[in-house]
T-cell receptor, first 114, second 114 residues
Framework: EDQVTQSPEALRLQEGESSSLNCSYTVSGLRGLFWYRQDPGKGPEFLFTLYSAGEEKEKERLKATLTKKESFLHITAPKPEDSATYLC???????????????FGKGTKLSVIP | EAQVTQNPRYLITVTGKKLTVTCSQNMNHEYMSWYRQDPGLGLRQIYY???????DKGDVPEGYKVSRKEKRNFPLILESPSPNQTSLYFC?????????????FGDGTRLSIL
């Protein structure tokens, strides 16, 4: 069964305390892995797309990396405004259908304390 | 401004009373999709459309209908809503499905079915 698992479910950090969020996946025919940020009462906001193992993308304090089985979202010296839920989504080949599907993880809720 | 617009943002209604949630995008995107987001379950796809007059079921299509008569609009119809359809709904669009393009999300519609 195609699965996307994010860990931890929730993470509390002190301002400036760097850490990483994990997204592990077991899918066939990976086309791309997406990271989104979701604020309360808002829709997910696109952050990064990663296509192949070894690829890295950076934006301000965030850096996303990809291996063959998982992706990490590294947060360096976070600030309170980085508090949000971070979602991982994997676009992959749908078994037997010949089409592609986007499967989301359940997210990691990040809280950064001043 | 490029955006996906959903209406209404909030709705409280009763079991069995037909309702429609509208979704419109101004980015000329071919692909549009509906998701529901529930605590502990994450985002799950209801229906998607790869282009005008082309729609297909996602993971949880039961109790929902969609139509795609125009490129910019993708309404979600609940013919006979039930309490288990109480949820937060998101519409999303992207330029091409299966081409590694990130989806852009609306700000959500919170439905309560009593």
């Amino acid at each position: 069964e195609d699965q996307v698992t994010q860990s931890p479910e929730a993470l509390r950090l002190q301002e400036g305390e760097s850490s990483s969020l994990n997204c592990s996946y077991t899918v066939s025919g990976l086309r791309g892995l997406f990271w989104y940020r979701q604020d309360p009462g808002k829709g997910p906001e696109f952050l990064f797309t990663l296509y192949s193992a070894g690829e890295e993308k950076e934006k301000e304090r965030l850096k996303a990396t990809l291996t063959k089985k998982e992706s990490f979202l590294h947060i360096t010296a976070p600030k309170p405004e980085d508090s949000a839920t971070y979602l991982c989504a994997v676009q992959h080949l749908l078994s037997g259908a010949g089409s592609y599907q986007l499967t989301f993880g359940k997210g990691t809720k990040l809280s950064v304390i001043p | 401004e490029a955006q996906v617009t959903q209406n209404p943002r909030y709705l409280i209604t009763v079991t069995g009373k037909k309702l429609t949630v509208t979704c419109s995008q101004n980015m000329n995107h071919e692909y549009m999709s509906w998701y529901r987001q529930d605590p502990g379950l994450g985002l799950r796809q209801i229906y998607y459309s790869m282009n005008v007059e082309v729609t297909d079921k996602g993971d949880v299509p039961e109790g929902y209908k969609v139509s795609r008569k125009e490129k910019r609009n993708f309404p979600l119809i609940l013919e006979s809503p039930s309490p288990n359809q109480t949820s937060l709904y998101f519409c999303a669009s992207s330029s091409r499905q299966g081409r590694n393009q990130p989806q852009h999300f609306g700000d959500g519609t919170r439905l309560s079915i009593l």
